[in-house]
């Protein structure tokens, strides 16, 4: 059976034991089910709303934007949005600043 990483630490020596599978490195048990379960990124906006790729968002707050003269403004809509693993989670282009990377803390769905 090929066992899958560690899904707490991504640690590659897991093994079975009885039914679960075990980490050596951080301790973590779960069963092969949780792990199909866990397929894709589950991603939720500010109300707790999950986001799916190609879902519309609306900023909530007005974001800086680094090297740009002015902010992306609270109420803006963005289209057709893909979601990433990682603290910004959500790749997509806004009109006037091209391709960017938000948070989904400071989106809610359209």
Same mark, same amino acid.
């Given at each position: 059976?090929?066992? $899958?990483?560690? $899904?707490?630490?991504?640690?590659?020596?897991?093994?079975?034991?009885?039914?679960?599978?075990?980490?050596?490195?951080?301790? @973590?048990?779960?069963? $092969?089910?949780?792990? %199909?379960?866990?397929?894709?990124?589950?991603?939720?906006? =500010?109300?707790?709303?999950?986001?799916?790729?190609?879902?519309? %968002?609306?900023?909530?707050?007005?974001?800086?934007?680094?090297?740009?003269?002015? $902010?992306?403004?609270?109420?803006?809509? %963005?289209? =057709?949005?893909?979601?990433?693993?990682?603290?910004?989670?959500?790749?997509?282009?806004?009109?006037? @600043?091209?391709?960017?990377?938000?948070?989904?803390?400071? %989106?809610?769905?359209?």
């Amino acid at each position: 059976m090929n066992i $899958p990483p560690c $899904p707490a630490c991504s640690s590659p020596y897991a093994y079975e034991l009885d039914d679960k599978l075990v980490c050596p490195e951080c301790s @973590f048990e779960w069963t $092969p089910e949780d792990e %199909v379960e866990e397929q894709g990124i589950q991603v939720k906006d =500010s109300n707790g709303n999950v986001l799916q790729d190609g879902d519309a %968002v609306v900023i909530i707050k007005d974001l800086p934007v680094k090297g740009a003269p002015k $902010p992306i403004k609270a109420g803006t809509k %963005v289209k =057709s949005i893909r979601l990433v693993e990682g603290d910004h989670n959500i790749d997509c282009k806004i009109d006037g @600043f091209g391709s960017m990377a938000l948070k989904s803390e400071f %989106v809610r769905k359209a």
